[in-house]
């Protein structure tokens, strides 16, 4: 995450030489993940059969801005969003056991040896170039705005812990309840998006409202609807998350930002 931030403050810099009377922005944002859950996407996977929540990836933080004017009512804005969060969770419906062949997943209703679980870790760190509309100007106590625009998604996953293989199962014949289905548990640490992170390529539109609190000083409060999904490296490249359906980086966000004219 530290070097997509880096990444994205450089961006910004770059873009502030190019040009006089625009803004920086600085934004706290609370971002809510669509996790789209589909049987066979790592959400869904995750959400279905550990404690996690789409909840438990709700995150606030800090984002950034440079805003170049067009006209009185237009103007581009480019924006980097350094997401990350990480969570520790467990698999709600087994418990480990420990048998000679290697460690097993049983139903809960067994007195197992402990319980498995693995850590989730997501870096998602968008960069937005968006067209920006204040319909009645920027001149009002109330300044009303919405835009949209396409965005760079420069992402990683790592998944570390016990992970149960559900696709080889395994018999274990119980004395009193008979044929119990059981699966294999491994220590993974499965890891993607090396350096930068990966790419993917998304969409993103706001709206909300600006109040002028100084000559130079605006307070802004809006929202964002974002859309990106980001397929997984295949076999030949290395891929950790093999099989599994693209990961969606989308969701939702509210914003509470400061922006300084100059």
Excluded at 55 to 76: K, M, P, R, V
Excluded at 241 to 253: I, P, R, S, T, V
Aim: contains cysteine; aromatic residues 16%.
């Amino acid at each position: 995450m530290n070097k997509h931030l880096a990444t994205g403050i450089l961006i910004l810099l770059a873009a502030s030489g190019l040009a006089s009377a625009n803004t920086l922005n600085v934004r706290l944002n609370y971002f809510i993940p669509r996790a789209d859950a589909t049987p066979d996407s790592l959400w869904g996977i995750e959400l279905a059969n550990m404690s996690f929540r789409r909840s438990s990836f709700q995150e606030a933080y800090f984002g950034f801005g440079y805003e170049f004017f067009l006209t009185g009512s237009f103007s581009l804005l480019l924006e980097v969003d350094p997401y990350s969060k990480s969570k520790a969770g467990f698999y709600r419906d087994y418990t480990g056991i420990q048998l000679v062949e290697g460690d097993f997943a049983f139903p809960q209703d067994y007195q197992g040896d402990y319980t498995p679980g693995h850590s989730l870790s997501l870096s998602i760190t968008p960069i937005q170039l968006s067209l920006k509309i204040a319909p009645f100007g920027r001149r009002g106590k109330l300044i009303p705005y919405l835009g949209g625009g396409v965005g760079l998604y420069l992402w990683s996953v790592r998944l570390r812990g016990d992970i149960i293989d559900f696709s080889d199962e395994w018999t274990y014949e119980d004395p009193a309840y008979g044929d119990i289905p059981i699966y294999p548990i491994t220590q993974r640490d499965a890891f993607e998006g090396d350096g930068l992170g990966r790419v993917a390529f998304g969409w993103q539109a706001f709206a909300g409202f600006m109040f002028p609190i100084a000559n130079r000083l605006t307070i802004d409060l809006g929202c964002k609807v974002s859309a990106a999904k980001g397929t997984f490296a295949d076999e030949a490249h290395g891929g950790a998350f093999l099989g599994f359906d693209k990961f969606d980086l989308g969701g939702f966000h509210i914003q509470l930002g400061m922006n300084y004219w100059f």
